[in-house]
């Protein structure tokens, strides 16, 4: 119990952390309504539902780091339970005799005394690892841009927010002890009555004032804290469930936001500066732990190139502590984010695989920055790498990014049997959707021919739009070129839609046209159903429309997982399927599925030349998949093909990079 | 400084196949600016960057040629004139030299026009120097540098790409410059420019804006008619790829190279 004086001096202490609570807040608050757009708050009780599952989840983490995801689970979870711990210490200071009752309180303060333990162990370990061990992952490279006070300012943050729980919860644990010495003993708190037995001697009064004192310690220190929160990582603690809960609803991972090109009011395209950004961009900083997940999975950091998703969001954060008043006030924020947030090779060394995406705990968002910020550069400053011109002009003139103005059908001649075009075959059932690549990239013209021979084998009824298809505009979206892709998009849609393929199946063994069909087109009025050509061929095998050899050459398989196929559209197993149907012995590379490692080709890569780093993006992966000690790289895209051919070529022919098609084509009966 | 940038229109003549014939190609087929002029628009820009002044674009061609100024100015130029008149059908070099040079003496006071070194349609590689001689300005044909350029003392100094090697010239100004694509890369325009193009105004220009008469002017006043447009022969080429490591590959072709007297 407190004394009436510390009751009133308790009520004035929280009447003042409230205040202070509310003015920061505010500006935390006001900064982020200083980007574009609005947070998303509609459907509100699945929103909530996200959040909470982010919170208790934590965003995922065991998927990687799994030890250190153990102890940061005791850390949340316990703090979690903090809240009710917290309440029910206050009602206890306040209310006389006030305690749960019975064995539910028994369990309440077993459930507290474990977690209070646990929380501590938690904690050391974080401390331990960053300040003793200095643990490399959570160091960012020379070459990476970062902010002037990122450095140190990631360490002071750290020891506060260290400190403030071992404070709070170590204070806590002692103001335990000292009532389990009080009341002689709890064998319901057994971490509690081990600290409490050396204080069993004191004489109470001693003991009473240690309660008092420690009771302040581990209140005062939350009550101290809470308006601290937007100046120091902690928030994560409830803005990374809030960044989930608020992010806009996209139809695959990386699906990017659409610009209206018609509006002509809009002096402002992609991001130049901080408020440039969404405001979900903007609650990015704010949720960010600096754990650098990110950069750990990101195939250009760790190549080498000075691209870190991690010292994006960090440099956000310290750019906007800096000037958190100015910013909250309104003011004008004129500094390029190329000046101080990442360099322009950072910019142009993404590859948009998405995994910075996938992996963040807290929802963060560095790719949507990154293509913001190539939006900003191509639309308004026309300044980006010379080769992507080349790419940029062929797409416009010629329809694809080789500059080629040959016949989109060459690839067919080879073959046995025609493959027909819409207007040979109108009634067509399935659209078989090259690609430029497949038109013109004389390797994946294999793969082509390929898919096509499985199709006429299946007896599919399918037509390919010939001479009509051009490019999705995925490599000009990527790239930034936002307008272009806009045109393009328009123009397939016409040309889909003419030809009916909205009512029909489109199938396309390049997982960039069909994430950009399939689910980027929607944006634009055009909706289709499109299927990867492992999809496609995997249900014909399964209902026996295909024979293959029981015994082929195919044995040991590695299969790399399209970025675009994979973590963007949620595909992994209809090409492992498929390769199991064909024979195939499948083995796995540690980085496998939703952890997959870009080939290097993504993000209109395949454009320009690699940004520079201390390693080939395409040779760090082909490595992974000749580990494995597999035969054969499987690929499901024509620029993964491409990649992994020159690695291997460069590496001189160990292993045989085929696509999946390729493999069941050689499988098929005679 | 005021540049006058002579910017034309042609048929891209990538898209030319075994389908389509030169005739068909140059009356119907796709439309883009003449590659070589997108050098001489981007010295232009430079050269407004560096010493300030403005950029005028001039082009004489169809209406839709229009669309080509667009993109001239979507790079960055200031203004742009389209000299169209149906009276301007099928002239040959010195005709269309003939309506530039009035034109261009209609804009007024100039320092440099800078064209490309040729079309890629005509060829002639004639009507800019045609130009020079019509306003009686210097003429530099195939610049691939500007050495040194005084707009107050009106001198220029440029490096011509002769096929033998360079050549360092110095002459006054006013002067008609031609360039080769050594000169610059020519920037790619960004979408605000474009909108920015699409709201500007193009003047149109007849041969009587130009105070020219028919018969200057045109088929009428041309020495040279086109009677026919013939696609290059095919060629039948082999191809073959050489096996082996880089440096084996690098060997093998250089022996090849050798053994043909290519090198």
Same mark, same amino acid.
């Given at each position: 119990?407190?004394?009436?004086?510390?009751?009133?001096?308790?009520?004035?202490?929280?009447?003042?952390?409230?205040?202070?609570?509310?003015?920061?807040?505010?500006?935390?608050?006001?900064?982020?309504?200083?980007?574009?757009?609005?947070?998303?708050?509609?459907?509100?009780?699945?929103?909530?539902?996200?959040?909470?599952?982010?919170?208790?989840?934590?965003?995922?983490?065991?998927?990687?780091?799994?030890?250190?995801?153990?102890?940061?689970?005791?850390?949340?979870?316990?703090?979690?339970?903090?809240?009710?711990?917290?309440?029910?210490?206050?009602?206890?200071?306040?209310?006389?005799?006030?305690?749960?009752?019975?064995?539910?309180?028994?369990?309440?303060?077993?459930?507290?005394?474990?977690?209070? #333990?646990?929380?501590?162990?938690?904690?050391?370990?974080?401390?331990?690892?960053?300040?003793?061990?200095?643990?490399?992952?959570?160091?960012?490279?020379?070459?990476?841009?970062?902010?002037?006070?990122?450095?140190?300012?990631?360490?002071?943050?750290?020891?506060?927010?260290?400190?403030?729980?071992?404070?709070?919860?170590?204070?806590?644990?002692?103001?335990?002890?000292?009532?389990?010495?009080?009341?002689?003993?709890?064998?319901?708190?057994?971490?509690?009555?081990?600290?409490? /037995?050396?204080?069993?001697?004191?004489?109470?009064?001693?003991?009473?004032?240690?309660?008092?004192?420690?009771?302040?310690?581990?209140?005062?220190?939350?009550?101290?804290?809470?308006?601290?929160?937007?100046?120091?990582?902690?928030?994560?603690?409830?803005?990374?469930?809030?960044?989930?809960?608020?992010?806009?609803?996209?139809?695959?991972?990386?699906?990017?936001?659409?610009?209206?090109?018609?509006?002509?009011?809009?002096?402002?395209?992609?991001?130049?500066?901080?408020?440039?950004?969404?405001?979900?961009?903007? #609650?990015?900083?704010?949720?960010?732990?600096?754990?650098?997940?990110?950069?750990?999975?990101?195939?250009?950091?760790?190549?080498?190139?000075?691209?870190?998703?991690?010292?994006?969001?960090?440099?956000?954060?310290?750019?906007?502590?800096?000037?958190?008043?100015?910013?909250?006030?309104?003011? /004008?924020?004129?500094?390029?984010?190329?000046?101080?947030?990442?360099?322009?090779?950072?910019?142009?060394?993404?590859?948009?695989?998405?995994?910075?995406?996938?992996?963040?705990?807290?929802?963060?968002?560095?790719?949507?920055?990154?293509?913001?910020?190539?939006?900003?550069?191509?639309?308004?400053?026309?300044?980006?790498?010379?080769?992507?011109?080349?790419?940029?002009?062929?797409?416009?003139?010629?329809?694809?990014?080789?500059?080629?103005?040959?016949?989109?059908?060459?690839?067919?001649?080879?073959?046995?049997?025609?493959?027909?075009?819409?207007?040979?075959?109108?009634?067509?059932?399935?659209?078989?959707?090259?690609?430029?690549?497949?038109?013109?990239?004389?390797?994946?013209?294999?793969?082509?021919?390929?898919?096509?021979?499985?199709?006429?084998? /299946?007896?599919?009824?399918?037509?390919?739009?010939?001479?009509?298809?051009?490019?999705?505009?995925?490599?000009?979206?990527?790239?930034?070129?936002?307008?272009?892709?806009?045109?393009?998009?328009?123009?397939?849609?016409?040309?889909?839609?003419? #030809?009916?393929?909205?009512?029909?199946?489109?199938?396309?063994?390049?997982?960039?046209?069909?994430?950009?069909?399939?689910?980027?087109?929607?944006?634009?009025?055009?909706?289709?159903?499109?299927?990867?050509?492992?999809?496609?061929?995997?249900?014909?095998?399964?209902?026996?429309?295909?024979?293959?050899?029981?015994?082929?050459?195919?044995?040991?398989?590695?299969?790399?997982?399209?970025?675009?196929?994979?973590?963007?559209?949620?595909?992994?197993?209809?090409?492992?399927?498929?390769?199991?149907?064909?024979?195939?012995?499948?083995?796995?590379?540690?980085?496998?599925?939703?952890?997959?490692?870009?080939?290097?080709?993504?993000?209109?890569?395949?454009?320009?030349?690699?940004?520079?780093?201390?390693?080939?993006?395409?040779?760090?992966?082909?490595?992974?998949?000749?580990?494995?000690?597999?035969?054969?790289?499987?690929?499901?895209?024509?620029?993964?093909?491409?990649?992994?051919?020159?690695?291997?070529?460069?590496?001189?022919?160990?292993?045989?990079?085929?696509?999946?098609?390729?493999? #069941?084509?050689?499988?098929?009966?005679? | 400084?005021?540049?006058?940038?002579?910017?034309?229109?042609?048929?891209?003549?990538?898209?030319?196949?075994?389908?389509?014939?030169?005739?068909?190609?140059?009356?119907?087929?796709?439309?883009?600016?003449?590659?070589?002029?997108?050098?001489?628009?981007?010295?232009?820009?430079?050269?407004?960057?560096?010493?300030?002044?403005?950029?005028?674009?001039?082009?004489?061609?169809?209406?839709?040629?229009?669309?080509?100024?667009?993109?001239?100015?979507?790079?960055?130029?200031?203004?742009?004139?389209?000299?169209?008149?149906?009276?301007?059908?099928?002239?040959?070099?010195?005709?269309?030299?003939?309506?530039?040079?009035?034109?261009?003496?209609?804009?007024?006071?100039?320092?440099?026009?800078?064209?490309?070194?040729?079309?890629?349609?005509?060829?002639?590689?004639?009507?800019?120097?045609?130009?020079?001689?019509?306003?009686?300005?210097?003429?530099?044909?195939?610049?691939?540098?500007?050495?040194?350029?005084?707009?107050?003392?009106?001198?220029?100094?440029?490096?011509?790409?002769?096929?033998?090697?360079?050549?360092?010239?110095?002459?006054?100004?006013?002067?008609?410059?031609?360039?080769?694509?050594?000169?610059?890369?020519?920037?790619?325009?960004?979408?605000?420019?474009?909108?920015?193009?699409?709201?500007?105004?193009?003047?149109?220009?007849?041969?009587?804006?130009?105070?020219?008469?028919?018969?200057?002017?045109?088929?009428?006043?041309?020495?040279?008619?086109?009677?026919?447009?013939?696609?290059?022969?095919?060629?039948?080429?082999?191809?073959?790829?050489?096996?082996?490591?880089?440096?084996?590959?690098?060997?093998?072709?250089?022996?090849?190279?050798?053994?043909?007297?290519?090198?």
């Amino acid at each position: 119990m407190l004394s009436l004086v510390e009751k009133i001096l308790f009520v004035i202490a929280v009447g003042v952390s409230l205040y202070y609570t509310q003015v920061t807040f505010s500006k935390m608050i006001t900064v982020v309504q200083r980007g574009q757009g609005q947070l998303n708050l509609d459907h509100l009780p699945p929103r909530l539902w996200t959040a909470l599952r982010a919170l208790v989840n934590q965003g995922g983490i065991i998927r990687h780091r799994p030890v250190t995801s153990l102890f940061h689970y005791f850390i949340a979870w316990g703090f979690i339970y903090y809240v009710l711990v917290n309440a029910v210490d206050v009602l206890e200071a306040f209310i006389p005799g006030f305690h749960i009752p019975g064995m539910l309180g028994n369990l309440y303060r077993l459930l507290a005394d474990l977690l209070t #333990v646990a929380v501590l162990i938690g904690m050391t370990y974080f401390l331990v690892r960053r300040f003793l061990v200095n643990s490399a992952v959570l160091t960012i490279r020379d070459n990476v841009t970062l902010h002037p006070k990122a450095a140190a300012g990631m360490r002071t943050d750290s020891l506060l927010v260290g400190g403030f729980i071992w404070g709070h919860v170590g204070f806590r644990f002692l103001g335990t002890a000292f009532l389990v010495a009080l009341h002689g003993g709890d064998p319901w708190q057994p971490f509690a009555s081990l600290l409490a /037995a050396p204080l069993d001697g004191l004489p109470e009064t001693a003991q009473l004032i240690g309660w008092h004192t420690s009771w302040w310690l581990a209140i005062g220190l939350i009550l101290a804290f809470v308006p601290y929160f937007p100046y120091t990582k902690h928030a994560h603690l409830f803005v990374g469930p809030f960044n989930f809960m608020t992010r806009p609803p996209r139809r695959a991972l990386g699906a990017l936001d659409p610009i209206n090109f018609e509006d002509e009011s809009i002096e402002q395209f992609g991001a130049t500066t901080l408020t440039d950004l969404s405001q979900t961009q903007l #609650v990015d900083p704010f949720a960010c732990i600096m754990c650098s997940r990110c950069q750990e999975v990101c195939p250009a950091y760790t190549t080498g190139k000075p691209l870190s998703p991690s010292a994006l969001e960090i440099n956000k954060r310290y750019h906007i502590w800096d000037q958190m008043a100015a910013l909250a006030g309104g003011e /004008a924020d004129e500094s390029p984010l190329l000046e101080w947030a990442i360099s322009p090779s950072a910019v142009w060394a993404c590859t948009t695989c998405g995994a910075c995406l996938d992996v963040c705990p807290v929802g963060n968002k560095p790719m949507f920055d990154i293509m913001d910020i190539r939006r900003s550069q191509v639309l308004m400053a026309s300044e980006f790498p010379a080769e992507l011109k080349g790419a940029f002009t062929g797409l416009e003139r010629n329809g694809n990014p080789w500059q080629m103005t040959d016949d989109r059908l060459a690839w067919t001649k080879p073959l046995d049997f025609a493959v027909p075009t819409v207007e040979e075959n109108p009634d067509f059932e399935v659209l078989f959707w090259v690609g430029c690549a497949g038109a013109f990239d004389p390797g994946a013209q294999e793969i082509a021919r390929a898919t096509a021979t499985v199709l006429h084998a /299946a007896g599919v009824n399918f037509a390919v739009l010939g001479n009509d298809e051009t490019c999705t505009g995925d490599t000009a979206r990527r790239a930034g070129n936002e307008y272009l892709f806009y045109e393009m998009a328009l123009g397939n849609i016409e040309t889909l839609n003419a #030809v009916g393929a909205d009512q029909k199946k489109i199938v396309a063994s390049c997982p960039h046209c069909l994430h950009t069909i399939g689910t980027e087109y929607a944006d634009y009025g055009g909706h289709y159903t499109v299927l990867h050509h492992t999809q496609l061929i995997s249900e014909l095998i399964g209902a026996g429309r295909l024979k293959l050899n029981g015994s082929n050459q195919l044995e040991k398989v590695a299969f790399h997982d399209p970025c675009y196929l994979g973590r963007h559209n949620g595909v992994y197993d209809a090409p492992r399927l498929t390769l199991a149907q064909a024979g195939a012995t499948l083995l796995e590379m540690d980085r496998n599925r939703s952890d997959s490692f870009c080939c290097g080709a993504g993000g209109a890569q395949m454009w320009k030349e690699e940004e520079h780093g201390s390693a080939a993006v395409n040779e760090t992966r082909f490595a992974e998949g000749r580990a494995t000690g597999a035969d054969v790289l499987a690929v499901g895209c024509p620029f993964c093909a491409r990649m992994m051919t020159d690695a291997n070529t460069n590496a001189g022919s160990p292993m045989v990079v085929q696509d999946v098609a390729q493999l #069941v084509a050689a499988a098929l009966q005679k | 400084m005021k540049i006058i940038v002579l910017i034309k229109q042609v048929p891209d003549t990538a898209q030319l196949s075994a389908n389509m014939n030169g005739l068909q190609l140059m009356a119907s087929g796709p439309r883009i600016i003449n590659p070589w002029d997108e050098y001489a628009i981007e010295e232009g820009l430079k050269l407004r960057e560096a010493h300030g002044g403005s950029v005028t674009l001039l082009c004489l061609g169809t209406p839709d040629a229009v669309e080509t100024l667009k993109r001239g100015l979507a790079m960055g130029a200031d203004e742009a004139v389209l000299i169209s008149d149906p009276q301007l059908a099928g002239g040959d070099s010195l005709a269309t030299a003939r309506a530039l040079a009035a034109a261009i003496e209609k804009i007024g006071a100039y320092d440099l026009v800078i064209a490309g070194r040729s079309s890629i349609d005509g060829g002639n590689f004639a009507t800019a120097v045609q130009v020079a001689a019509l306003l009686a300005a210097a003429q530099l044909s195939y610049v691939a540098a500007i050495k040194a350029i005084d707009p107050a003392a009106k001198t220029i100094t440029v490096e011509r790409l002769m096929e033998a090697g360079r050549e360092t010239v110095s002459s006054k100004l006013p002067a008609v410059m031609t360039v080769v694509k050594e000169i610059n890369e020519p920037r790619y325009p960004s979408f605000m420019q474009i909108r920015k193009a699409a709201k500007k105004d193009v003047p149109v220009w007849s041969v009587a804006d130009l105070g020219l008469d028919a018969g200057q002017v045109g088929a009428a006043g041309s020495q040279v008619k086109w009677s026919q447009i013939d696609l290059p022969p095919t060629r039948e080429a082999q191809v073959e790829i050489l096996e082996g490591t880089a440096e084996e590959s690098a060997k093998a072709l250089v022996d090849r190279l050798l053994a043909e007297k290519i090198i």
